[in-house]
């Protein structure tokens, strides 16, 4: 083989490899973009370095092994670094909507009940219900899905939605044990 054709063969196979590493990397993101929806993942120390990580070697290598190519054709580099700097930012931007939706807030509990089931675990952090008289917890959550009471035991259901898992097919449930009117245990159940 001449030497100009082996460059330009060995260019070629480059480019291929680069476009399949490229192929992956995307599908790798696409697959991280799921599991953090599916999956209400928030902001994190873990989650943004499983962010950065495969960006900061994508540039990396990018930079180290794309400098050879001639200024001609430059653009390839800024197309692929772009890209690959879009598909990050979506996925933060992901991270940053679901901390949104994480934190309990009030109105949406009241007026969106199918979001509940993703602030159930800041209330629950955030405000100690055990204790409570069962009108202080009605003041704080509204009025419940459903109200049971009987000689043996006092509850107060509130629906929060789908359950919060990869293959979710049941509503959960928050529910808040009563004994005098007092909340003696609460849980999160599906069903």
């Known amino acids: 083989m001449k030497r100009g054709s082996q460059m330009n063969f060995q ?9 399949i590493s490229f192929v992956i990397y995307l599908a790798g993101y696409a697959l991280l973009f799921i599991v953090i ?12 370095a499983v962010v950065i990580l495969p960006g900061v070697v994508w540039f ?6 794309l400098g050879w190519i001639e200024s001609r054709r430059r653009w390839g580099r800024s197309v692929l670094s772009g890209s690959a700097l ?4 979506i996925t933060f931007v992901q991270l940053a909507s679901n901390q949104y939706y994480a934190h309990f807030n009030l109105e949406r509990w009241l007026n969106a009940p199918e979001s509940r089931a993703r602030m159930v675990s800041d209330l629950l952090h955030t405000h100690e219900l055990r204790g409570l008289m069962m009108q202080d917890v009605i003041a704080l959550l509204g009025n419940p899905t459903v109200s049971m009471h009987s ?7 509130y629906r929060l939605g789908i ?3 990869a293959f979710s097919i049941d ?16 849980r999160i159940t599906t069903g």
């Open 60 to 65: 990396f290598l990018l930079r180290h092994y």
């Open 163 to 165: 359950e919060q898992s």
């Open 86 to 89: 879009l598909v990050m930012l």
């Open 171 to 186: 509503n959960s449930w928050l529910r808040i044990d009563l004994d005098q009117n007092r909340v003696i245990d609460v």
């Open 151 to 157: 000689d043996q035991a006092n509850q107060l259901t």
């Open 11 to 19: 260019h070629k196979v480059f480019s291929i490899c680069l476009g």
């Open 37 to 48: 929806r599916a999956l209400d993942i928030t902001i994190s120390w873990g989650s943004i």
